[in-house]
């Protein structure tokens, strides 16, 4: 079985930790038992290309558990758990090609491998699978069944891909499923940023200055947990609508230029780039610590940093010190790549639970309903949402009404209310 793990000694360690995951995921655990006894999934081909954590790890083992050949690579560089990689491996046999801190030769390189399986289906975090499918390896077009994408920024890059024609099979956006994103993105990258960027440096959130760029599901969950901890928090933002909402959540809103002359700590997450850029850091006083938590490591205008900076250090794991003319410090945590995964594990696995059932469910769905699909973007369909919804909150021992006759009718006649 080909494979590229950092160590397949680490196996064990991994072997344990997935199971540790796995008893926070009791609604994947159900999807599981019932592959295992359906096989929905015989004989299908998937390649899955996602941080390999120990929550992507059941992920895997639920799709083999219901008759897929799965293969996993990374979907960043520096989100490998790689004891979850060698377990993979070692353990249950799927094939692993990901190691943490594999430069971005390796990275691509992994791509590639598992593309070799063939996939039929490709499961996506951010469209690298796709995009290498429809640039590098076309040959393998025909074979694509359709695919899934996991979060905001690689349904983007679909989306245009749809628009201008150049998608060649369909694929189900499980970020659009309330179940992923009001909870994953919110809760998920809220607490996980947090304790990323506090593993990283060890800081005191309590009274100091944390700036969120992006109060979208992602920025609303880091301010939320910011503040939570004490923190003064202040959000940009380029959306109307989403500012006002933050300033009606009782945060201050401002533009990155004023930001920068006050905040002592930067967290972007917007899925746009050069959000912080050269006029930011001029502004910025000695001593700010810049985090990016959205999907590629563009927001913080990086090379831009270089190009001010004298001199560069690593004066921790996951931070590096540039000094500037005029002797300031600014503080760029885990090369500006998603810092919740960097630093830290990821999102807990009590939240990737839902995303990942959505993931196990939208395969399904689309092996059942490939021939009525056209070569677009879909929506996770409504019934999978609600099925995961009502699990989590049956596997959470709470229980919720039911419409009775009478009120069923009353929200479904016009002619009612008068
Ligand atoms: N770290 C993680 O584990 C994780 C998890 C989920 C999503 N993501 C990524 O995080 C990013 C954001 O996801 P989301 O679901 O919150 O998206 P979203 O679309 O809900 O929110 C993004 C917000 O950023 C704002 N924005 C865009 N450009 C901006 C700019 N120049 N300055 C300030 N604000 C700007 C938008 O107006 C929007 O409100 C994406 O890249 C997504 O893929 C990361």
């Known amino acids: ?55 992507t790890a059941n992920l895997a083992i639920t799709l083999k558990d219901g008759g897929a050949d799965v293969s996993v690579c990374a979907s960043n560089p520096l989100s490998t758990q790689d004891d979850v990689a060698s377990a993979l491996v070692k353990e249950h046999q799927i094939p692993a090609f990901a190691i943490k801190g594999e430069d971005n030769k390796t990275y691509y390189s992994h791509i590639l491998a598992a593309l070799d399986s063939h996939p039929q289906i490709t499961m996506d975090d951010g469209a690298d699978l796709v995009t290498t499918i429809l640039t ?45 994103h009001m909870f994953d993105n919110r809760y998920g990258t809220g607490q996980s940023t947090v304790d990323g960027v506090i593993r990283a440096t060890n800081l005191l959130l309590a009274g100091m200055r944390v700036v969120v760029s992006g109060y979208g599901w992602c920025g609303r969950g880091i301010a939320m947990r910011a503040r939570g901890m004490g923190a003064d928090v202040i959000i940009t933002e380029v959306n109307a609508v989403r500012a006002l909402e933050a300033v009606m959540d009782g945060l201050r809103v401002m533009p990155m230029i004023e930001a920068a002359k006050i905040g002592q700590l930067f967290v972007t997450v917007t899925g746009n780039k050069s959000v912080i850029r050269k006029e930011h850091f001029e502004a910025m006083t000695s001593g700010a610590i810049l985090a990016n938590s959205g999907h590629f490591n563009v927001e913080i205008d990086i090379p831009a940093l270089e190009a001010m900076s004298k001199s560069k250090r690593r004066i921790r794991e996951f931070v590096d ?61 409504y019934d999978i949402d609600q099925e995961v919804a009502r699990l989590k909150l049956k596997a959470m021992n709470s229980e919720i009404d039911a419409l009775t006759q009478d009120q069923d009718r009353y929200l479904n006649s016009w002619a009612e209310g008068t």
């Open 1 to 55: 079985m080909q494979h590229h793990v950092k160590d397949l000694g680490l196996a064990d360690k991994g072997k344990d930790r997935i199971e540790w995951a796995q008893q926070s995921m009791p609604v994947l655990q159900l999807i599981r038992e019932r592959f295992s006894r359906e096989k929905p999934l015989k004989g299908i081909r998937i390649s899955a290309c996602l941080h390999v954590t120990t929550e």
């Open 321 to 381: 010190e540039y000094s500037l003319n005029g002797g300031k410090r600014i503080y760029l945590l885990g090369e500006g790549r998603l810092i919740n995964l960097a630093s830290a594990e990821g999102h807990p696995a009590s939240v990737m639970d839902m995303s990942f059932a959505n993931q196990a469910l939208s395969v399904e769905y689309l092996i059942k309903n490939r021939s009525r699909l056209e070569n677009q973007v879909y929506p996770v369909p």
């Open 136 to 180: 590098e390896r076309k040959d393998l077009i025909p074979e694509v069944l359709g695919g899934t994408e996991e979060t905001t920024t690689g349904v983007i890059r679909l989306r245009s891909m749809a628009k201008e024609g150049v998608l060649k099979f369909p694929v189900i956006s499980v970020n659009d499923a309330d179940t992923k």
